[in-house]
């Protein structure tokens, strides 16, 4: 069997066992075939996705998101452009690998398994890695194979150069923030009454709680400022405030001035003073008898606090003089109020009872209970405020608060709403102007919108829990309405006082600028006593910017340098191959497997390994690829054209040093 094959591997060729020869190529077959025209149209198609892909990025660059339909994103896009490059760009990489193919063996005498390698290198990044591993990155090929497995990166590389921005755009919605331009509106209880207080000629006030009242709108914010726990009530932050109008979200307001109510407290303790303590008997029916101390406190106003043993007591008013200057004469209300220490426990009777010793007992506690005093005010001022809002959070600041500063004189009339100089029913604040080329605003308030706040406040913060309470010349006594406002007591027994005034005043303001301008304009009750009208200029909100945040596309260019850099390295690749084919008189066969099936194996090749092919029959892969291994050829020029042999002597050609091959 073996001298048969051997027999018939050693004939000759002759032109009966010669395969048949087809016709001449066409010029057509020639061009698409010869001359790489495939590998360069796929060139180009690369380049022109590369182009789109640059093209898109820079278009949408610093854009918005496109809106397409069918739910299209500019990502997808950009991945169908990157998927275009990247198997166009393979496409002469693959062929380069078919044609490094047989420069490899034109360039010197390589086992035969190397046609594997090569083979396995052009389709895909696994059998370059080998190519690399195998050949030791000497050869022009493994230019190729390093671009093949980059090309891995190539998808995500691109998609890398997009991300996302937020950019801040200013909002066509208008921005409006409450404003306080005049504070002329309060409601009568009886008409009737009303009217008669305002005949011509009479000179009685609206002193009597029963006839003036203020809006809802301000009882509901002074309730809020009293009660309110919130920390923000005095900043005016945190809350979305019923008089702003922010349609984003996210607005920016000018500095501008509104009509405020400010506040301030002090601590009176160096006034006040203690006036008596004296004792009367307890006890006696149901127990030992016993002795009841009471220490009495006073302020310079009039106010006066009768302490006893039991919870802690307070007494306030607000319808006397203030013991201090107020800061304004623009008063809304004074208040005054003394408060004892920590309740005290009587002390229960000794044995052998004596009333003059339990007396100095009681006295000593009770003088030694920390007694304070304070007093604060609320008085109308202009308010210049800075607002932002983010995220519909309100962040307001005061950057000024302007104020009448003219002192009340001494002999001015209950609690200073009625002063030297204020006469008439209607009062003006000038502050300077914010902007020195525009005239001062003018910011109206009416003297009854006034008297109104004012004597609801006194309503509701002249309270005790002492035995008894003497405000100026009348003494109120444990049943009179006063005792029964325990909402008010436990407000003002359980709370700062100071901070209180804070959230009040601050609320008060806030419900100022909830007005509408409607009515900050005019009000029914605007007439003055001689029939004149006031009409209130200046009034509106304060207007701002509404801002969004807009998605913006971000192009990170530097990304694009990879796919860049790979399609240069492929086009220096290409021309390497083209070069080589050219220096070593090859044809154009590049992944063609016809030059193995019809091109016969040079006899001398087999004659040259017989030993290794003795005894080896099998078909299996593994023992096909030992045996190729074992054959060494390479490319040589033979009458019938190209033939894989082996290098006897000197070759038909001047070979070029091995280490030149692809």
């Known amino acids: 069997m073996k001298t048969e094959i051997q027999a018939r591997s050693l004939r000759k060729p002759t032109p009966e066992n010669d395969l048949v020869r087809p016709n001449k190529s066409t010029p057509w077959e020639v061009f698409i075939y010869g001359w790489w025209t495939i590998e360069l149209f796929a060139f180009a198609a690369s380049l022109v996705a590369l182009i789109a892909i640059v093209l898109i990025l820079n278009h949408f660059d610093s854009h918005a998101r496109p809106d397409w339909p069918h739910n299209i994103t500019l990502n997808s896009v950009l991945s169908w452009f990157t998927t275009l490059f990247k198997a166009n760009l393979l496409v002469p990489i693959a062929a380069c690998f078919g044609q490094a193919t047989w420069i490899h063996y034109r360039s010197g005498a390589h086992p035969l398994t190397d046609i594997a390698i090569y083979d396995s290198a052009s389709r895909g990044p696994m059998g370059s890695m080998q190519l690399l591993w195998h050949l030791k990155a000497k050869y022009v090929a493994s230019i190729g194979a390093i671009v093949t497995v980059l090309s891995l990166g190539i998808d995500p590389i691109v998609q890398q150069t997009l991300s996302v921005g937020i950019s801040v755009v ?3 919605s208008p921005a409006i923030f409450g404003r306080a331009q005049s504070f002329v509106q309060w409601d009568i209880q009886d008409y009737s009454v009303a009217v008669g207080y305002m005949a011509p000629g009479l ?13 809802n709108d301000m009882v509901a914010a002074m309730f809020e400022g009293m009660f309110s726990d919130a920390e923000d009530m005095r900043t005016n932050s945190g809350s979305f405030d019923r008089s702003l109008s922010c349609p984003t979200g996210n607005c920016t307001f000018p500095p501008f001035q509104t009509l405020a109510v400010c506040s301030e407290c002090g601590n009176m303790a160096n006034e006040l003073r203690y006036e008596r303590c004296y004792s009367q008997p307890a006890g ?46 623009l008063l809304i209300f004074n208040f005054t109020s003394i408060k004892s220490g920590i309740p005290l426990k009587m002390p229960a009777p000794s044995p052998g009872y004596d009333p003059d010793e339990m007396r100095q007992e009681n006295e000593a506690a009770l003088k030694t209970s920390n007694v304070t005093a304070s007093q604060c005010f609320l008085y109308w001022c202009v308010d210049t405020l800075q607002v932002e809002v983010i995220n519909g959070q309100v962040s307001e600041t005061k950057l000024d608060s302007w104020y009448n500063r003219t002192m009340l004189q001494p002999d001015v009339p209950v609690a200073g709403i009625l002063t030297s100089g204020l006469v ?14 525009n005239s001062p605003s003018d910011f109206v308030i009416a003297r009854y919108a006034s008297q109104a706040l004012h004597d609801w406040l006194e309503e509701h913060l002249t309270i005790t829990n002492s035995r008894s309470f003497v405000a100026a010349s009348t003494t109120y006594s444990a049943t009179d309405p006063y005792h029964r406002q325990y909402e008010q007591q436990r407000l003002l027994l359980n709370t700062n006082i100071t901070v209180m005034f804070e959230k009040l005043a601050a609320s008060m303001s806030r419900g100022l600028r909830r007005t509408s301008t409607d009515v900050q304009k005019s009000s029914p009750f605007l007439n003055g006593r001689n029939g004149d009208t ?6 509106g909100p304060a207007n701002g910017t509404a801002t969004s945040r807009e998605i913006f596309v971000v192009v990170h260019w530097h990304w694009l340098a990879f796919p860049v850099a790979l399609w240069l390295i492929t086009l220096v690749f290409f021309g390497l191959t083209l070069l080589s084919t050219s220096r070593h008189q090859l044809e154009v066969w590049k992944l063609s497997p016809f030059p193995l099936i019809l091109n016969r194996v040079d006899e001398s090749l087999l004659t040259h390994h017989s030993e290794a092919l003795s005894g080896m029959h099998s078909v299996k892969i593994p023992d096909l690829e030992r045996r190729a291994a074992s054959l060494s050829a390479r490319l040589e020029e033979a009458d019938v054209g190209p033939r894989l042999t082996t290098w006897r002597g000197q070759p038909r050609y001047t070979p070029l040093p091995e280490d030149s091959g692809l």
């Open 170 to 172: 200013n909002s066509t």
């Open 203 to 215: 000179t009685e006030d609206f002193s009597d709680p029963r006839v003036l009242l203020p809006p």
């Open 534 to 539: 006031i009409n209130v200029t200046g009034v």
């Open 284 to 329: 006696g029916l149901h127990g030992p008898p016993s002795v009841v101390t009471f220490c009495e406190y006073s302020l310079p106003n009039g106010l006066k606090l009768n302490q006893t043993f039991g919870p802690t007591s307070i007494a306030s008013t607000g319808s006397l003089l203030p013991v201090s200057p107020p800061p304004s004469s």
């Open 424 to 437: 008439g029913d209607i009062w003006t604040l000038k502050p300077p102007s914010l902007n020195a080329n």
